[in-house]
């Protein structure tokens, strides 16, 4: 693949976002694109002078993601790109980072507090939402390989913190700890405006209806899941039991190890052949 061209993605968190952008290739017009969520690198076997290319980056850019292309470099040296991210768009992503970070942290004393798996669960989301984009940032620079090995250590401790909540909330299954009601509700509250701060941040940073649109669309899937929370909450007030907190959590913690799954398969395979994306 010595004619493949490639991309950093800037945007690209989770494994639907991989889906969206690998439609968002075959709708120009060029098959078999290969996507790393852990490197965040999108491989085209296409030419550099195809004339698709304009075709994949509108699109691509329509879906409202990020992409700078990479000059032809091994794995082992930095990544040289043609940038366009600007001073201010990378601001607003320390903002998002510190947001999604600091709220998760916030968020998981808040589950201890309340009893809350469900917002242990949501917690994870927020840190793994915002450690992802921090990798996006710090590691402009690194080498793919690298970018690969960083993302396998942050998702395979992310992972075992999944696991931890998993477990956790098994044995809550038998335990049958009473859940703060007021307390999970209130924290689940804060949580969905805290993601809809992310959003309104990032929305002067993307050009045209449709990328404004993406940006809502990158926090719905957030939204719903703190939207759950609450749900929850108001169910354990009513029914005086914790099997709805119990419920949400695990579809919530599901969710967020099947996207570590997919980080850390990606990254082994990065790394396994050398030649992260080739």
């Not at 320390?94 to 242990?120: D, P, T």
């Not at 075992?160 to 038998?174: I, M, Q, S």
């Not at 799954?261 to 052949?273: G, W």
């Amino acid at each position: 693949m010595d004619q493949a061209v490639k991309y950093r993605v800037t945007g690209m968190d989770c494994p639907s976002c991989a889906a969206k952008i690998e439609k968002a290739v075959h709708s120009a017009g060029v098959e078999n694109p290969k996507i790393s969520t852990a490197s965040q690198i999108l491989t085209l076997n296409v030419t550099r002078d195809d004339g698709r290319l304009l075709d994949v980056e509108r699109a691509i850019a329509e879906a409202g993601y990020h992409l700078d292309r990479l000059l032809p470099d091994a794995a082992k040296t930095p990544l040289k790109t043609q940038p366009h991210i600007t001073a201010a768009y990378r601001r607003a992503l320390w903002i998002v980072i510190v947001l999604n970070v600091g709220y998760g942290l916030i968020e998981m004393v808040g589950g201890f507090l309340a009893g809350s798996q469900a917002l242990k669960a949501d917690a994870l989301d927020f840190l793994g939402d915002g450690l992802i984009t921090f990798l996006g940032v710090l590691a402009i620079g690194w080498s793919l390989l690298w970018r690969a090995r960083s993302a396998l250590v942050q998702c395979l401790f992310l992972g075992a913190l999944g696991l931890g909540v998993v477990g956790n909330t098994v044995w809550r299954l038998f335990a049958q700890q009473p859940v703060e009601a007021e307390l999970m509700g209130a924290v689940a509250l804060v949580a969905l405006a805290v993601n809809v701060a992310a959003a309104l941040v990032l929305v002067p940073h993307r050009a045209g209806d449709a990328n404004v649109r993406a940006v809502w669309l990158f926090s719905r899937n957030d939204a719903i899941g703190n939207a759950a929370v609450v749900v929850a909450a108001i169910l354990v007030a009513l029914t005086g039991t914790a099997w709805p907190d119990l419920i949400v959590a695990f579809a919530i913690a599901a969710l967020f190890l099947h996207s570590s799954l997919v980080i850390i398969r990606d990254a082994l395979r990065d790394i396994a052949t050398g030649r992260p994306t080739d």
